[in-house]
């Protein structure tokens, strides 16, 4: 594992800020520390329904995105992360007001394990209003570099 | 709800094809019968991971549109869907070959009320092994068309 | 709805009390305040695995019935509660100290609505270590006293 | 790991005769095969609720052991068995009739390797009416038997 909290956060910025997949959703990463992440979606036309509100396959993508990313702050580059199992309750659909809609995604590290990890998350809108809570399990698979 | 089997999987087609996010995310509806959707997925570089696996957040995203599909096919377009709540559990890591993935996701209504759906879904990878496998709970809300 | 919040508090105490599940299981109300309960068990060996561990059954059993006392105080006796679905993550097993253990189950309701809720749920051994943590989506359906 | 398929199922079906949990519960092993359990309840007024219906808390319960007694079919006595996760969601309140209710489970594993395990379930009652389905992630820590 990554030595020191400087080397593990800059590796998780890295590796968020090298996301293709982020990219694509446009999820920035907004504050990262110890255990914790907090990600960021301006989402566009691109990501909302037929009926304007956003789609509800946005908020998992986002939370797993948060979730692994708070991990990362703990893992460094030591390990791969895979998503074994997540989940997500929807208390309140995410209206897209003008053809967009803001999501803050905060995850945190409720575990960490040496091969298991629990990792929850909260996703707000733009007025800060709770709009999903869920969590995952995530395994830590040491990478070889030799 | 619309009266028949006809009128609501072609709804049901058509609420696919005008989703901006299943334009996105390169969603294509595959198949459609009486409670069940089949979605595919060719992911190319954008949707995958800095390592070059696919991004755990696809899959709950493509499960969701899958099991939503699966339920219009019911519905038509006599109700709003709200997702109430999903899971997933990943049992195979989805490797990007050669820059993309080809991801097939099967959704099928377990059991449609009233008020309230239960919907699973399995998600397949392009040589037809299991990758994830889930279910989600759903709202139907009426629409008001007065 | 019950109109204050007292006659609520007192029927979810009764309601528990008079459970013949809680009996069987051991579960004994701790605490109760609008939208949490907290509940505690006595587990002997009845609970318990063969491997002196208690079994993986007794947690999510403990946890519905917390979640369910937590949305009682806020619901009375103007509904009965269905639970729609729940899941529970395990972040260390509960070991049996001389053929026994103490588990404490804290719900919280996150959202209340009209005819469905999202509770969750910590569960903490008897040192106070978080051995747990869940949630449920319940139904409220009315009841008819006509 | 124990070498035959009929030593691992018979100590599958000794671990779960001599479970005190299995006895509290009053579930019984109706049948067991290669990553395969199915589970009995005759629920009597101990596991009812106030109200008469079985109390939501016994159905992950079953749950979590016929997906605990599937696994064990294939494991053996080559490792101790831990939930590391599981959900369930609620098709139909089970109906206590006349003081009682019947509910069979059904395990069944859907993915097993060296360390976790995807397990699934489902529960249905006396009239063979799907009233639950779920599942749960399973960790396989190896028993020291120096």
């Known amino acids: 594992m990554t030595s020191d909290r400087e080397s593990r956060l800059s590796y998780a910025r890295h590796w968020a800020g090298n996301s293709p997949y982020y990219r694509h959703m446009g999820f920035a990463v907004d504050s990262l520390d110890e255990g914790r992440a907090r990600l960021k979606l301006f989402a566009g036309m ?19 995105a948060a979730m692994g ?20 309750r929807y208390l309140r659909p995410v209206a897209g007001e003008g053809g967009s809609a803001t ?22 809108d733009g007025e800060g209003q709770l709009v999903a809570r869920g969590g995952g399990t995530f395994m830590l698979r040491a990478e070889d570099r030799s």
Chains 1, 2, 3, 4 share one sequence.
């Open 69 to 88: 990313s708070a991990l990362r702050t703990l893992v460094g580059d030591a390990a791969q992360l895979l998503t074994v199992e997540s989940n997500l």
């Open 103 to 124: 999501v803050v995604a905060d995850g945190r590290v409720v575990r960490a394990g040496g091969h298991v990890a629990v990792v929850e998350v909260d996703l707000t």
């Open 46 to 64: 691109d990501l909302l329904n037929a009926d304007g509100i956003l789609h509800g396959g946005v908020l998992p993508s986002l939370a797993d």
